[in-house]
């Protein structure tokens, strides 16, 4: 019998999920991607504590998006195809400040992408 192949999951990045590092330590792979953006954000940053995620990214601040209900603004980014499996590791890797949700790329396509919480 065929293996079954599960159906790719979206998930859309402006920050550090798109390091090859951050990509390697999570996934154990490097993700393919293409750009895309989000509409109706603005980006910031936030302060990291978490010391497996400051160890993981090297990096003290990451960035941030909360929305703005304006058209005009745009958060450029990438997004990846990735598995339930790889969805629950990126989870896992963000911090408390982020929340999952769902959104509309200026694309098309709908992707999970990490939001201000």
Do not use: C
């Amino acid at each position: 019998m065929p293996e079954r192949l599960e159906p790719a999951i979206l998930l859309f990045s402006y920050g550090t999920l798109q390091d090859k590092a951050v990509q390697m330590a999570n996934f154990g792979r490097e993700l393919n991607g293409r750009p895309d953006a989000m509409t109706g954000y603005v980006l910031n940053w936030v302060d990291i504590t978490d010391p497996a995620v400051l160890k993981t990214s090297g990096k003290a601040q990451h960035p941030i998006v909360h929305a703005s209900y304006d058209p005009k603004d745009e958060v450029p980014g990438t997004v990846f195809e990735i598995t339930q499996k790889e969805l629950q590791a990126a989870d896992d890797y963000e911090v408390a400040d982020y929340k999952r949700v769902s959104v509309l790329l200026k694309s098309g396509a709908h992707a999970w992408v990490y939001i201000k919480a």
